[in-house]
């Protein structure tokens, strides 16, 4: 089956900027997840979607971060305005369901590096 | 909520030899732990996982350990290639609906030939 694609693959933005991430989850996944993986660190949930209604927001920085998922598949995050501090990997992950059950294993995706100067 | 503290940051083992890394968990309420691993540049993959209803599990080289009432849970490589050789990370969940997985902060692993 095919895999979670996420794009761009890379971004470098200057601070105050703007920038958008995309993510495809794998076809028939009811669960999408943004996470944020600073440098030497594991991920950090960012939002999690079950279908189109969020689950999840509780460390997504609202004053400048903001997500969605029109339709139940597709999803974007964005940032602005960018700081420094927002330079990491923005991983998109998606499970079968949220419930618990086994369908529960997240897949990620490739990933998108942002560099923020 | 919950925190997940995974120790060592960094391990080298010679090639053969085994490979332990260990997690600990504050939320007694969590039932599902994953372990991810991270190639350099790539995706983290699930390579195991355990659910608090069993206190063992084995895939071939790899195994994943669970105390529950020590709140901590282990991965253990046996016979480690240098293709072993990644950040590892752990995760806790509880389980419910809404399933949210907090990580720990890896393990870099480095497998010498």
């Known amino acids: 089956e095919a895999g979670v694609a996420q794009s761009p693959r890379y971004k470098i933005i200057e601070k105050r900027q703007s920038v958008a991430f995309w993510c495809n989850p794998i076809?028939?996944?009811?669960?999408l997840y943004w996470y944020q993986q600073i440098l030497g660190q594991g991920p950090k949930l960012l939002i999690q979607?079950?279908?189109?209604?969020?689950?999840?927001d509780s460390q997504l920085p609202k004053d400048r971060f903001s997500a969605e998922r029109l339709k139940g598949v597709d999803s974007t995050l964005k940032i602005q305005p960018a700081k420094l501090e927002d330079s990491a990997v923005y991983l998109c992950?998606?499970?079968?369901?949220?419930?618990?059950?086994?369908?529960?294993?997240?897949?990620f995706g490739p990933g998108t590096r942002l560099l923020v100067l | 909520g919950e925190n997940v503290e995974q120790h060592p940051s960094t391990l080298s083992v010679q090639e053969g030899d085994s490979a332990v890394i260990k997690c600990t968990y504050s939320?007694?309420?969590?039932?599902?732990f994953p372990w991810y691993k991270q190639e350099l540049g790539k995706r983290p993959q699930l390579i195991i996982d355990?659910?608090?209803?069993?206190g063992e599990k084995k895939d071939q080289r790899i195994a994943v350990t669970l105390n529950k009432t020590a709140k901590h849970f282990s991965l253990h490589i046996t016979e480690t290639q240098p293709e072993d050789s990644a950040v590892y990370f752990c995760?806790?969940?509880?389980?419910?609906?809404?399933?949210?997985?907090?990580f720990g902060a890896g393990t870099i692993l480095r497998v010498k030939s």
């Open positions: 076809s028939g996944h009811a669960t």
């Open positions: 995760a806790a969940s509880k389980g419910l609906y809404g399933n949210k997985l907090v």
């Open positions: 355990i659910r608090s209803n069993v």
């Open positions: 939320d007694s309420a969590s039932n599902y």
């Open positions: 979607f079950q279908n189109n209604g969020v689950v999840d």
């Open positions: 992950a998606s499970s079968l369901d949220g419930g618990g059950g086994p369908q529960e294993t997240q897949y």
